[in-house]
């Protein structure tokens, strides 16, 4: 029987790379450990690996006895670089200036820059960074500000009064018909709920109180 403990590499390995913009990675809050960075939050996720799409605008290889390689990648929201030392340099040879591609790797940090060691490297269509960007703001939690909320309360309120004659309105329609986030909805109708505006006949159903 093997009973060999997985490597820090291969335990790193398995954790999820998540598909976020540079840009995220430099706005995210860093959590240390003995000084070292241990991972990053992005939406309330601690992030260990990441999965980016973007530009090389520039390329540097070193040979000779300390072989050291790194792309700066850019992909409109910000700018990183992968590095490389020794062999590995070798993932980097068929890559240039211009080249759009996919990187999947663990976020390190030396003398407070982050930077990319690459597991994965592969050339990609540059339509594939538009196409990156909007599957990330997809993912990304919408915030609103006063004005929306208000606009949104108003909203939820008049949706409960027309729905008086049908009885009340069910909660999961009011999310469905309004495509804000959730938990937003949800914290106006409590407020609508603690103000005596609303009320509810049976859980997940409002009707108008008036």
């Known amino acids: 029987m093997n009973t060999q403990l997985p490597t820090t590499q291969e335990v790193l390995k398995r954790k999820v790379a998540y598909k976020v913009r540079i840009g995220q990675i430099h706005e995210a809050k860093q959590n240390l450990e ?40 850019d992909d409109a929201s910000g700018q990183i670089k992968v590095k490389l030392f020794g062999d590995d340099i070798k993932k980097i040879e068929t890559f240039n200036q211009g080249d759009t591609v996919l990187v999947i790797g663990l976020i390190r940090s030396w003398n407070n820059e982050l930077y990319l060691t690459p597991e994965i490297i592969k050339k990609k269509d540059p339509a594939f960074l538009l196409v990156r960007k909007l599957e990330v703001e997809a993912e990304t939690p919408k915030t609103l500000d006063k004005s929306q909320i208000a606009e949104l309360k108003d909203k939820i309120l008049a949706m409960v009064k027309n729905a008086e004659p049908e009885g009340g309105v069910n909660i999961d329609k009011i999310i469905m018909e309004l495509k804000e986030p959730p938990t937003t909805i949800n914290n106006e109708i409590k407020k609508l709920l603690e103000d005596g505006l609303c009320y509810e006949p049976r859980p997940g159903k409002l009707r108008y109180l008036g």
């Open 34 to 73: 003995a000084e070292r960075l241990r991972n990053i939050e992005i939406n309330n996720k601690e992030v260990v690996r990441v999965n980016i799409i973007a530009n090389i605008i520039d390329k540097f290889v070193q040979e000779g006895e300390k072989k050291f390689g790194s792309l700066s990648l």
